[in-house]
T-cell receptor, first 114, second 115 residues
Framework: RKEVEQDPGPFNVPEGATVAFNCTYS??????FFWYRQDCRKEPKLLMS???SGNEDGRFTAQLNRASQYISLLIRDSKLSDSATYLC???????????????FGKGTHLIIQP | DTGVSQDPRHKITKRGQNVTFRCDPI?????LYWYRQTLGQGPEFLTY????????KSRLLSDRFSAERPKGSFSTLEIQRTEQGDSAMYLC?????????????FGPGTRLTVL
């Protein structure tokens, strides 16, 4: 199922700053990509799906580069509440068959400082 | 609460004991997944079910681990002869039929500590 690599951080960023995370994945056949957010001792929750055309949700922008097998997340105007671990996630499954499951990166720890 | 639920939320056991965890997926979600997360790592896939059929098992799922979903609704994960290395958060997730490779919805997890 191969791997997902991301910088574990921590990233210490002042409130209001812009921060970018990147990750790479090794399975070129992967078809589905996500960023999940995980707060301390909580379950992962979907932040956003990632599409080849790039997508934006408020202050968050995600990009996918299939040729480079690279995924990014940009957070603008960061808030204290953005402090969390951000997990880069790839579904190694086959949309036409039964294979289905997520491979997670180790997560990037973000700390927004007042 | 109509989300994924897991029971118990915490379990402390002694090495060598058997433990069983339960997961109740979101109603009508036919796919159910188990993951394990250790400190400082992302979740790792263990196994998944489509209805009652177990379709994938990770090599992480040793012969001490068994998962069932007998009626295609709730699922159980049993660990026999627990070892200290089994200490982790066990996460369950579900998603509806027809969602392709889309979002999985996670439960709050069961935190296992093996002494």
């Amino acid at each position: 199922r191969k791997e997902v690599e991301q910088d574990p951080g921590p990233f210490n960023v002042p409130e209001g700053a812009t921060v970018a995370f990147n990750c790479t994945y090794s399975n070129s056949a992967s078809q589905s990509f996500f960023w999940y957010r995980q707060d301390c001792r909580k379950e992962p929750k979907l932040l956003m799906s990632v599409y080849s055309s790039g997508n934006e949700d408020g202050r968050f922008t995600a990009q996918l580069n299939r040729a480079s097998q690279y995924i990014s997340l940009l957070i603008r105007d960061s808030k204290l509440s953005d402090s969390a671990t951000y997990l880069c996630v790839v579904n190694w499954g086959d949309s036409g068959g039964g294979a289905d499951g997520l491979t997670f990166g180790k997560g990037t720890h973000l700390i927004i400082q007042p | 609460d109509t989300g994924v639920s897991q029971d118990p939320r915490h379990k402390i056991t002694k090495r060598g004991q058997n433990v069983t965890f339960r997961c109740d997926p979101i109603s009508e979600h036919n796919r159910l997944y188990w993951y394990r997360q250790t400190l400082g790592q992302g979740p790792e896939f263990l196994t998944y079910f489509q209805n009652e059929a177990q379709l994938e098992k990770s090599r992480l799922l040793s012969d001490r681990f068994s998962a069932e979903r007998p009626k295609g609704s709730f699922s159980t994960l049993e660990i026999q002869r627990t070892e200290q290395g089994d200490s982790a958060m066990y996460l369950c997730a579900s998603k509806p039929e027809g969602s392709g490779l889309g979002e999985q919805f996670f439960g709050p997890g069961t935190r296992l500590t093996v002494l």
